[in-house]
């Protein structure tokens, strides 16, 4: 069993860094970091190719999603991948990603619903996208 520990708003462990340490203090090969890129972003840890390098080694599986995030006015707006915060990321990430053979998960946690559609349309809306960067 593999149990997974997210980038979050509501624990105590807001970023990578302070997963990857918890995790290294801990020693369990079946402790994970579940790195929600956009969550992190919230906090100002931004999802570099320096920060996936620094938790590669017990990263278990990536949330992708896509907001601007204002902190100072705890504000989220959720919008199509690849047109928020996380955009100037993700090409770089998914590279690295690659490179490495990532064999963990990746996944769209759709949050993103268009005016007057639903979840679902967002799920139109972004995954088209998500397929673009991870198949080159």
Request: aromatic share 10%.
């Amino acid at each position: 069993i593999t149990l997974l520990v997210e980038t979050c708003f509501n624990s105590m462990n807001t970023s990578a860094a302070l997963n990857r340490g918890m995790i290294d203090e801990i020693g369990s090969k079946n402790l994970r970091v579940l790195w929600d890129i956009l969550n992190a972003i919230y906090y100002q840890e931004y999802p570099t190719v320096d920060v996936y390098e620094s938790i590669k080694h017990v990263l278990g599986h990536i949330h992708v999603k896509d907001a601007k995030v204002d902190p100072v006015n705890s504000c989220v707006d959720f919008c199509p991948l690849g047109s928020g915060d996380v955009a100037s990321y993700l090409h770089d990430l998914i590279e690295a990603l690659r490179r490495d053979r990532y064999q963990g998960y990746l996944s769209l946690e759709n949050a993103y619903k268009p005016d007057n559609g639903d979840y679902i349309d967002g799920y139109y809306v972004d995954m088209p996208v998500l397929q673009k960067l991870c198949n080159g």
